[in-house]
């Protein structure tokens, strides 16, 4: 779906919920083949039975990919992200778990090397079947001003 919400269109406070995303053991091996990170905390059920959290918990980056990923079912032809901030691993995440991400846009600042543009940061809550936040990251977006001499 395609919206276009410029820079003066976007609220503080305002912001979705995704739908949900069940992480199962495919997710691990592929994450792990794609990223070559196959650390036994990912993949040793063995090694991790005897951890404080009895099993194999997701790559983080898996739950941050996954977590940005639910929410890009809106395009914004005049937004581009710039970046993530703020990144955390909050609690982890074991297969089985379903997760789904809140937004929340929590700043809006002027674009220091575009006049036509401003900063938008949205808050990413990444949550868990228990409403648990598991992964918190800012997005921001750099989005154009609908009058462009602002």
Do not use: W
């Amino acid at each position: 779906m395609e919206i276009t919400t410029f820079f003066e269109d976007y609220e503080i406070g305002s912001g979705r919920m995704s739908y949900g995303r069940t992480i199962t053991e495919t997710d691990f091996v592929v994450h792990a083949g794609h990223t070559g990170d196959f650390f036994p905390h990912h993949m040793d059920a063995e090694f991790m039975k005897a951890s404080e959290f009895g099993g194999r918990i997701a790559h983080g980056t898996m739950v941050f990919s996954i977590g940005v990923g639910l929410t890009a079912n809106i395009i914004n032809p005049v937004a581009f992200s710039y970046g993530y901030d703020r990144l955390r691993f909050v609690r982890p995440v074991f297969i089985g778990d379903t997760i789904r991400t809140k937004t929340t846009i929590i700043a809006k600042e002027d674009d220091p090397k575009r006049a036509d543009a401003g900063r938008v940061f949205e808050r990413c809550e990444v949550l868990n079947q228990k409403d648990e936040v598991v992964l918190v990251a800012d997005h921001i977006y750099v989005v154009e001003r609908r009058d462009k001499a602002a």
